[in-house]
């Protein structure tokens, strides 16, 4: 009966990168009929969130989670609003109970966003319910993630197991900092990671080997459950079905182009360059001559990006690379993008979800990691011939004095 067939219930946190692997995976679960419904929490930081929710299949379940607000005032004002929303959803766990008890459905087990793991796991397991962990980097910020409470964060390098090196350089920028809103959760996060009945990655075999099997054997935690490669998580939809030909100015742009002639140029959801890097980088694709397709981003949050694009590439840019170039501020179907015909390259921040799009694709990757987990995944990249990576490129602190960029430029401190 339907009543004893698996229900599977998602539970996602703030951010694009984290939203559309779970719903990879929920869509990979269901059409294996396996029920599963994602639990929402709202309001989205982004607009692209509750877009993405909204156009979901009536075979993926929506159960809205309305967050406690958090008295902004116990946290610094510069605080990422992807993190604060992660801490509005971990202070909300003992909610959950409650908000299942109403939907009469049992749920067979959980799969909750690694960023929520210290406070949904004791709730689901005084509930009864398993519960699995999904990471939406790689297995390699994984072993970096887990390691985290047993290191010594001001070692040069990290060698974990013996099997990967990892800089001290490449260590998330918020990690540095002990009060970072980041840290404190990672730091609980990772604590309680052996509570979990398995963890599942987006990642595969050919791609992590040793990783993989070092997390398996013991070598990197002991405790830990299984870790399980589930990637690459199919893409959503009929990419061919959902997307006909010329449905979007970027799409019909790029039916226009040469075959395997384009460069697609992106810093994912929430990286914003601020206008002086912007300049800079506009001036380097000009300079190339490529042809590109540049998806710019000065705000962290969507809602945010308004006014023209002009304002940010400067005045003339648009018509000195018309024909050879476009640049679009809106959200593009980036899985479409890196499947057409046109696009060879991907000059990307190293997100996990476009590095493994762009595996998936065959699309090679010009890495330019920004921050968080990137420099780890930029590595990969390299080593596994995914791409290149001119990793003596440092991060750039964040906040940055108006100017900066160009100071730097010229060499002036
Ligand atoms: Br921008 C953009 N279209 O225009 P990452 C992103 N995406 O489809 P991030 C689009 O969002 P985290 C756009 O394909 C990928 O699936 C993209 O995730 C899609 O980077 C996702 O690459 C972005 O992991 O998230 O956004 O920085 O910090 O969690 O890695």
Redesign the pocket.
Known sequence: SAASLPHILLIPSA????L?PFVRLATALSVRRIAVSILAARPTVSAAESHLLSSLPSSIPILDFPLAPLDPSHFPPSSDPFYLHYEALRRSAHLLPPLLSVTGTSFSALIIDVSITSTFLPVASAANIPCLLLF?SSASMFALYSSIPSLSLSSPDFNIAGILKIPNSSLPPPLRDPTNLFTTQLVDNSRALPLAQGILINTFPALETEVLIAFNSGQIVPSLPPVIAVGPLPLLGNLAENHPPGASQAMRWLDEQPERSVMYV?F????ALPTEQIRELGAGLEMSGCRFLW?V?STKVDREETGEIEELVGKGYLARVEGRGLVVRE?????VVLSHRAVAGFLS?C????VM?AVAAGVTVLAWPRT?DQRVNAALVARRGVGIWPDHWVWEAEPRRKGWWRRRRLGIR
Request: charged share 15%; aromatic share 8%; no cysteine.
């Open positions: 951010g694009m990168g984290h559309v939406t992106s994912g959801s929430r990286t998806v981003k959200w593009v179907e980036q899985m921040h997100g996990w979800n476009s799009e968080a």
